[in-house]
C-alpha cells in the first residue's frame, strides 16, 4: 500500500517533470502550482479523516465514504476536471491549471493504490456509479513485498533529491 509520502511525492514529481519538460506556458506551474499537486495527490484518503471523525462521535459511516469508497473512483477526480475546463474557457488559465493539477493528482492516487495496492482492499471501483465492481492488481503483494512501502519512500525521496541536486534545481523547492 502507497503511504502518503509516496502518494504526495510521486505527485509533486509527476507534475514537476511535466512542468520541466512539456508545459508551454511554465507561469503556470510555480512551487504553489505543485504544494497543490502534492496535496491533491493525498486528496482521496479524506475518507479516513471522515472515519476518524465518525469514530470519535460515535457515527456509523456509509460504505461509499469508507476507505476506498466514492473518493478513491474517477467521479471524484471529475468533481475538480469540470471546474478546470469551465475556468479555461472564460481565460482564468492560472485558476484552470489549479483544478486540473487537483483531478490528476486525485486520479493518479487512485491508479497507484490500483497497482500498489491501497484504498479498499477489494479494489477501486473504476466504473462508479455504473457498477460497484471493484479491480485491483495490488503488485506489492503479488511479489509477497506488502511491507516495503517505508523503503520506497525513501527512495522516492533520495532519488528526486539527487535529481533536483544534479539539475541544480534543488533551490526551486526552498
Known sequence: MPLAVTHVLLTIIAVDIYRDHFAKHKRYFTLHTLFIAGLAGLLPDIDIV????????SFDVPILLQHGGITHTLIFGLIFLIPG????????????????VIAFGITFHIFLDFFLGGGAYEGIMWFWPLSTST????????????????????????GWLWHEEVKHKIKDFI
Open 50 to 57: 471522515f472515519r476518524i471523525i465518525a469514530d470519535f462521535f
Open 85 to 100: 475546463f469551465m475556468l479555461l474557457k472564460k481565460e482564468q488559465k492560472r485558476a484552470a491549471t489549479y483544478f486540473f
Open 135 to 158: 479491480y485491483k492488481l495490488h503488485i506489492l503483494a503479488a511479489l509477497g513485498l506488502p511491507n516495503i512501502p517505508e523503503a520506497i519512500d525513501a527512495l522516492i525521496l533520495l
